[in-house]
């Protein structure tokens, strides 16, 4: 087994209907991931949480690590690059959405990652040297505007504890868009997969003592085989199927086109939170929401 993939810059005639039939299923796994996330924090604080989703997801994929071709080598220099990648992929992406997740609703934590392609523009424009052009300008600028509307909606309509939770998970979609633009290099050098379990990997190695101390005073009789069937679902589903599937289509196409596919998690987040958590869709919100749509639609265009 290898992993190895089509080179770069698929010509859109013969990958539009793989990628978006692909990204389609990845976002769906992801989109969903919010609804079922909160379900099980509703029964297992974050800090637990995160440890048995980053145990599991990191004994997968070390598992499958061992079962491809490893070549080339991994630089001595390039570890530290892979660190780097582990310590925004766990303490600042992950560990951050799961507590920001507890704080706020659902449909909120998806709009705010729909904002994802415009913090990788931004990164892209300084680490690549893009140009920026009056679209992608316009988009940044609305999609900004969308962001405050939703968080002005959560302090207002929920209290500002959902406020507050809005602002984590935004620190989150950041380090999740560093996360994307920093590791582009590496998983064109090394292949998805290892990149992807050996930041995961280390990131969860410096996570874990912290976790651990609350693990160990969690009260397991809270929680119900459905709660840990969400912990399953975020370690399998989006730690490992959709997190390699990510690095995998950005091997092969640019950044800023898979970027928008991002936009897909809001509505299937927000439909999941509808009919499984019964959370409600108030007109400010679905005002916000198009609002970053509209924005991160435009700067991809």
Known sequence: MSDTSP???????SSLWLLGGSMLLLQTIAGLCYPVAKYGLEMIDPFT????????????????????RRDP?????DWRKIALLGLLIIPFNQTLFLVGQSLTGAGHGAFLFATTPVWIFILALIHLKEKATWRRVVGIVTATAGVGVIMFSGAIDFGTEYLAGDIIILISVVAWAYYTVLGKK???K????????????IGSTVYLPFGLIFAVQYDYSQATLAAWGSVAYMAIGLSVVVYVLWYWFLKQFDASRIAVYHNMQPVIASAGAYFFLGEPLTTVFV?????????VIITEA
């Open 287 to 295: 005002i916000g929401g198009l609002a970053v749509l509209a924005g």
């Open 7 to 13: 080179p770069a810059n698929v010509p859109i005639s």
């Open 49 to 68: 949480f995160a440890f048995y989703r980053f145990v599991l997801s990191s004994v997968v994929l070390l598992s499958i690590t061992r079962l491809i």
């Open 73 to 77: 080598p991994i630089e001595r220099k």
């Open 190 to 201: 090394y292949g998805a997969i290892r990149i992807t379990a050996y930041s995961l990997a």
């Open 186 to 188: 590496l998983v064109e």
